[in-house]
Each structure stands twice: as C-alpha cells, then as structure tokens.
C-alpha cells in the first residue's frame, strides 16, 4: 500500500529562541516543507491559532518568558490547535523530561544535537498519521451527517405516513373534522403532566412520550373497515350495528401488524399504536371492550386515549348532536373516574383543563371550516 501523502505542501512550524538554531532548521525543510518560524512561545501561539495554521510544530523546550511545556499545555486546551501534532526538540535529555513532555501530549521528542535524517524521517512518519486522522475525522463528521440526515428522512417518511393513514380514516367520517390533531394534543398533554408521577414516570420518558404523540393519530385507524351505513349513520347504532363498529379497535391493530410483518421488524412507535388501536375503548372497570381488561392491565397510552377521545367527542358537533360546552363534559369525564377512566388520568384532565379548553377552542371544527 502506497503511503498516503499531503495534496499540499505541509506546513512546519519551527519554534526556538536562538536565531542559529531556526536558520539550521529552516534550511533543514525548505525543500521539503514549507516553514514557518517563531522565536517564542507568545508567536508560536498566535501563528497555530491563525487562519493558515501549520501541519506540525517542531518546538524548543528551554525558551525564556513562556517554555515549550507551558506551550505545550497551551496548544492541548485549546480546540483550535489540540489537534496539532508537535514535536518537542530539546538538549534536555533525561528519561525524566521526555516522559514529561509526552505525558503533556507531544507526539515525538527529538534531542539535540539534531540528526537530519532523523528529523526528516520523524516528520515524514507524524505528518503521514496526521493525515490518516484527519481523513478518518473528516469521514466520521460526514457519516455523522449521513446518519442524521437519513434519520431525520426515515422520520419525515413515518410522519407522512401517518397522517395518510390517519387522514383516509378521517375521509371515511365527515363529522371528524380536526379529531385526529385535537386528540394527538389532548393525549401529549396529558403525558407530559403525568411523567413525573409514581405510577408513570418508569413509562412516560422522553422518548416514549415522542411516539405516543406520533402514534395517536392512529387511533381510529380501523374505522376503514366499518361499512358506511353504520360509520356514517346520522343517528344513534342499533346493538347489532354496535357490536359490528366495535370491530374497529382489533381491525386497527391488525392493519398495523400487518403493515409490520411486510417490514419484517417491529417498529417502537407502531407498538403504541397497536396498543392505542386497540385497547383506547377499555375501561378502568373491566366493562369495556375488545378484550374487557381493567386497571393497570390497560396499556398507559390507550388509558390516556380513553379521556382524549371521549372528550373530544363529548364537545364535538355532529350530525346527530349538538356539541357540550367544557364544564358539561369536564362533569362527564370526572364521573368516570375509577368506572370507566384511570382515577389519576381524570386528576390530570383536570389539573390541565385549561390546556384542553385552549387545544379544543384552537382547532374547533366550526372556526376550521370558515376558512
């Protein structure tokens, strides 16, 4: 394997106090580098931190007001130059100050009297490492990058995806009108206010409130498959019509396992909204339906649902009804507490009811449709 060289000319800075010793050095490089040369520590600081700053820094140890150590410490704690590779070159000889001197993170150590051939092959060898950790640095940032940005495309696809999906729902139900954004509010809300309570703060983290948010709007999802007669019926359902509209929480959570299965992996945020599809119609008391769970053996996500949900359609207008005002539904949702809702999901609503009044009076189908 060839070995990897600059597409420039590096750049080597010389420092050193004695004027005999830089001319040396510089006509040492000149043919193979391009020098630059300070005879102090103070314009030595200053030339690594400019705007061209050098590939490698030869630097003296024993140099009045500012030594090479101090130097040293210097070039290491600031980020514009930590970077730079140097090479201490020095008369001080003992074992003790070159472990020094490493220690304070130079890369070689070089005594004087200076061999040529050695200082060459010295910067030869930094110089070529010195590349190699930059073009490994360089990739890193742009696989950084790469990632983040395909990241940020994966989610763009599940938001988009989801609002089509949530959305063909909604085609199928005229009265639904701004449902879907309302609940997706009510049931975050309600998440960031319970997370630091006992009975929820090991569930509701960051994380998991994300996908809640990102997954509520699927809530409904397997109304697709309700016939339009009974979806749509201006009117209140017979028991037969009834039992077939329950249907929509298992056909909900099937059309995402579905989905799931063509992937060929299970997805964080479709978890919840199987969870939601499927569970937000139990009730705390066991009476609800599909599967007739109770208490703490409903999912979290669908016990928060279950207030959105019902909420929403309490104040929301419809073919067949006129819409409660706040305090009507807030007296609703509050006698459910312990029957049909989580007693401290209810105590939530209320404590953020105002939340809920303002998320309601924001997104009121009948101000959306003047527009």
Partial sequence: ???????????????????DNLSLMSEMLKDKYKVKLANNGEKALKIAASANPPDIILLDIMMPVIDGY??????????VTSDIPVIFLTAKSEIEDERYGLELGAVDYITKPVSPPI????????????????????NNEYLQAEVQRRTEAIAAVQDVTIMSLSSLAE????????????????VTALAKHLKDHPRFSHFLNEENIRLINKSA???????????DSILLKPGKLTEEEFEIMKKHSALGKNAIEKAESKLGVEVDFLKF?????????????????????????IPVCARLMAVADVYDALISKRVYKTGMSHEKAREIITG???????????????????????????FDDAADNKH
């Fill in 1 to 19: 394997m060839d070995t990897p060289e600059f597409s420039k000319q590096a750049v080597v800075l010389v420092v050193d106090d004695t004027p």
């Fill in 70 to 79: 101090e130097v040293m410490k210097r070039l290491s704690a600031d980020p």
């Fill in 119 to 138: 200082v060459l092959a010295r910067l030869k060898t930094h110089l070529t490492l010195k590349l190699a950790r930059d073009f490994l640095k360089d």
């Fill in 171 to 186: 085609t199928r139900d005229n009265d639904t009108g701004n449902h879907i954004s309302r609940t997706q509010m009510y």
């Fill in 217 to 227: 709007p699927l809530h409904d999802i397997g109304k697709v498959g309700i016939p």
């Fill in 273 to 297: 909204a199987k969870e939601i599809a499927h569970y937000h119609h139990e009730k705390w008391d066991g009476s609800g339906y599909p599967e007739g769970l109770s208490a703490d053996d």
């Fill in 336 to 362: 459910g507490k312990n029957t049909q809702f989580d007693p401290d999901v209810v105590e939530a609503f209320l404590a953020i009811e105002e939340e809920f009044k303002t998320i309601a009076d924001k």
